[in-house]
């Protein structure tokens, strides 16, 4: 089986378009092919303009887009490193070629923060910052932080995050 999309090369998951291809000479994975036919028809309202437009995207984009693409993915790792491993009550998870970055949470070190949930919640109220809370990956006490946007928007996200956690720090 070649599993593919376009959410990690093309820095949309929002589009949620992939694909799987079967390879089964004999016909060895029928009950697979049956489940992944299933799969595919339960959601109703496919993004036919992204469909449309894949044969474009995917013969048709500039090999220089793949290399700045991967060149501002590695400065913004290296820049959400270096500010967000500054912040008191968090450690950096430093990410190895991903879109994301794990950052663990240390609640003993504020007065009023039990967890990543509680963490997350209160980021957003105060702050306007979204982050992805562990929990929902069965690690406590990380959460799961984008750093696709562009510097500016990381550099305002992590000054927002350090206030956060200057104002709930022991």
């Not at 036919?48 to 437009?53: D, E, G, M, P, R």
């Not at 290399?67 to 990410?95: C, D, F, H, W, Y």
Request: proline share 5%; charged share 25%.
């Amino acid at each position: 089986m070649t599993v593919g999309g376009l959410a990690k090369r093309y820095l949309v998951p929002g589009w949620r378009v992939g694909w799987v291809l079967v390879h089964d000479r004999n016909e060895v994975l029928s009950a697979v092919r049956e489940g992944l036919i299933s799969l595919s028809q339960m959601i109703i309202g496919a993004n036919t303009v992204i469909q449309t437009a894949l044969p474009e995207i995917l013969h048709n984009t500039p090999e220089s887009f793949y290399e700045e693409t991967n060149k501002q993915m590695e400065e913004n790792a290296r820049l959400s490193s270096e500010i967000l491993s500054r912040i008191p009550g968090l450690r950096v998870i430093e990410p190895q070629g991903a879109m994301y970055m794990m950052i663990e949470i240390k609640p003993e070190e504020f007065k009023d923060i039990k967890d990543d949930v509680e963490f997350s919640e209160k980021l957003l109220g105060e702050e306007s910052v979204i982050i992805l809370p562990a929990q929902c990956f069965k690690l406590s006490n990380y959460a799961r932080l984008v750093i696709t946007a562009p510097k500016e928007r990381l550099i305002e996200a992590y000054e927002r995050i350090e206030t956060f956690c200057a104002n709930h720090h022991i």
